[in-house]
């Protein structure tokens, strides 16, 4: 973890802005530590070589897995340079050594004090200026802008990060994505522990995901300025967050705005009134549109005497691609259940299950 008493530098830096097949900037980007960015770094590097590049390692992470360090030493590395209390990229001899490639780990390490830079991914920017392609990684905590959304899920707090417009110049950004499976509990962790880390694991990598898809869309937008192309977007995306006394609106009207605003889409939150809940479950059930109303979202009011036709027909009707849904938490029974139903007569819509709140 990149961890310590550094500060967030402004980003001050003008960055060429166009794709090169031989200069630039590619960042692997990952949603969390042990996903697997250095392995695929230092593959890349592996079979650049082979192909005949000239590429060096410039900066890795302390310990590596076994099979991240066996590529390690199939390639040449240019020793960090010792200043101070620690170690940072030697830039000069990356400069007059002038490979195709270079890999640097670890992006958002603070440079301790006396060094060329105060911060690695400036040391990456002045390489990039320089004409050498680098391969970098760097884990969505660290972003500056994403870092507040990141500790709310995490609890953790980083103070080293890396602003959101140096990743914007990349020219390629890849996902390292593991796709998130069930986590056993740990040694003496009770179940619920092991669940709430999957949940954070999985809205980890929502994000990274949106982000990826941010960066791509800033780069279109800047081509097609660039060119004084005029694109006119129409509504693609059409979110439909059903919501019940129970559902964690909240979660669901983050994501569900994250995704509209990435996709020039429309948010559209219902309820299929049901009269006979409690006093207790209307309270919460208003409590939960007038969030909806009040993030901007369009509320419906539902009526039909059953919950999931009367949804389907609605989402038909208004052309829904998303739907988002709660359910009980992990274990409850799916198969044969109401979500059931809805999953499997939810035909050209994609379905999406969030945990109800406790």
């Known amino acids: 973890m990149v961890e310590g008493g550094g500060k967030t530098k402004p980003f001050a830096h ?15 980007l990952g949603y969390s530590s042990g996903v697997g960015k250095s392995f695929r770094m230092l593959d890349e590097a592996r079979r650049r070589r082979e192909r005949g590049q000239d590429v060096v390692v410039g900066a890795v992470q302390p310990h590596l897995p076994p099979a991240a360090d066996a590529l390690l030493r199939k390639l040449e590395v240019v020793p960090l340079l010792p ?144 060119h004084g192309i005029t694109q006119q977007f129409g509504t693609v995306e059409r979110i439909l967050v059903c919501v019940s006394p129970r559902s964690n609106v909240e979660t669901m009207l983050e994501i569900g705005q994250i995704v509209a605003r990435r996709f020039y889409g429309e948010l559209i939150v219902v309820y299929v009134d049901q009269p006979e809940i409690s006093s207790t479950e209307r309270v919460a059930l208003n409590e939960k549109l007038a969030l909806a109303r009040a993030a901007g979202a369009r509320v419906e009011i539902l009526q039909g005497r059953d919950p999931i036709d009367t949804i389907l027909n609605f989402a038909r009707t208004r052309g829904i691609t998303q739907l988002f849904v709660g359910h009980g938490h992990s274990g409850s029974r799916i198969f044969g259940s109401p979500l059931h139903k809805l999953i499997r007569h939810s035909r050209g819509m994609d379905v999406r299950i969030f945990p109800n709140a406790t």
């Not at 990039?128 to 709310?152: F, M, W």
């Open 14 to 28: 003008n960055l060429p802005r166009q794709c090169s097949a031989q200069n630039g900037l590619k960042i692997f």
């Open 83 to 226: 200043v101070g209390e620690g170690n940072v990229i030697d830039v000069e001899t990356l400069v007059r050594r002038r490979p195709e490639a270079c890999i640097i780990d670890g992006l958002a390490y603070d440079n301790p004090p006396g060094s060329r830079n105060e911060t690695r991914w400036q040391d990456v920017n002045e390489l990039v200026q320089s004409g050498i392609k680098v391969i970098t990684s760097v884990n969505i905590q660290y972003i500056d802008e994403l870092r507040e959304q990141v500790e709310a899920v995490t609890g953790k707090h980083v103070t080293q990060t890396v602003p959101i417009g140096f990743i914007e110049s990349a020219d390629e950004i890849e996902i390292v994505d593991a796709p998130p499976i069930e986590v056993p509990p740990a040694p003496g962790e009770e179940r619920t522990g092991a669940e709430q880390r999957q949940q954070q694991l999985s809205r980890l990598r929502e994000m990274t995901l949106v982000l990826a898809a941010d960066v791509v869309d800033h780069q279109l937008s800047n081509y097609l300025q660039s």
